[in-house]
Nanobody, 114 residues
Framework: VQLQASGGGLVQARGSLRLSCEAS????????IAWYRQAPGNEREFVAG???????NYADSVKGRFTISGSNAKNTVYLQMNNLKSEDTAVYYC?????????WGQGTLVTVSS
């Protein structure tokens, strides 16, 4: 599975961005797709995930601000990010899980200016 992440950029605090993760195969055949992020000097951390029973889960730090969703027709998972904060600045990565194997896309940089 190949994953292509896009949608990062520079945004002001309290602004919004939508990240996209396009998969090379049908996402309905995957166990889960998730977003992770890594800020400079920090370890990679979980942000949000969606399984293909449409069960979603979020890190506490983004609950109520971020929404993960998927489009089977476009083989794409989205991360809508609202009310962005400076601490959301990071490289965001998408990860797909098929059975017990994880696949990672390249990152997309999100920079939130205060």
């Amino acid at each position: 599975v190949q994953l292509q992440a896009s949608g990062g950029g520079l945004v002001q605090a309290r602004g919004s961005l939508r990240l996209s993760c396009e998969a090379s195969r049908s996402i309905s055949g995957l166990t889960r797709i998730a977003w992770y992020r890594q800020a400079p000097g920090n370890e990679r951390e979980f942000v949000a995930g969606i399984s293909f029973g449409s069960i979603t889960n979020y890190a506490d730090s983004v609950k109520g601000r971020f929404t993960i969703s998927g489009s089977n027709a476009k083989n794409t998972v989205y991360l809508q990010m609202n009310n962005l904060k400076s601490e959301d600045t990071a490289v965001y990565y998408c990860q797909a899980r098929r059975l017990t194997t994880d696949y990672w896309g390249q990152g997309t940089l999100v920079t939130v200016s205060s």
